[in-house]
């Protein structure tokens, strides 16, 4: 299974951008998809997540109103949909998937934490200049 990030890039304060994610290999359909990043010298935290089979989404207070996360045109494909963005949302954006389902038992309200996603894209640089 691999993860492929993209979309990425620098944009002015008050602007857009629209990340993607594409997961492939070895699958039919994945169970949840989520987003973290991680600013420089901080932790990775939680962005949002989808749930495949509902299309219900979550975000994280930081960015809800803001940013959405929704299926793609392709199959197994998600999009980050980032407005407004603020200096503060600089980080690189990682995309993961519960490709299995191994942490769906725990709930989806599990899906907020790294631990809930097997697999991990290589991660996009967002820069948000002011």
């Known amino acids: 299974v691999q993860l492929q990030a993209s979309g990425g890039g620098l944009v002015q304060a008050g602007g857009s951008l629209r990340l993607s994610c594409a997961a492939s290999g070895g699958f039919s359909n994945y169970y949840v998809m989520g987003w973290f990043r991680q600013a420089p010298g901080k932790e990775r935290e939680f962005v949002a997540r989808i749930n495949r089979s509902d299309g219900s989404t979550y975000y994280a207070d930081s960015v809800k109103g803001r940013f959405t996360i929704s299926r793609g045109d392709a199959k197994n494909t998600v999009y980050l949909q980032m407005n407004s963005l603020q200096p503060q949302d600089t980080a690189v954006y990682y995309c993961?998937?519960?490709?299995?389902?191994?942490?769906?038992?725990?709930?989806?309200?599990?899906?907020?934490?790294?631990?809930?996603?097997?697999?991990w894209g290589q991660g996009t640089l967002v820069t948000v200049s002011s």
């Open positions: 993961a998937a519960d490709i299995f389902g191994n942490s769906y038992y725990k709930g989806i309200a599990y899906y907020t934490a790294q631990p809930a996603y097997d697999y």
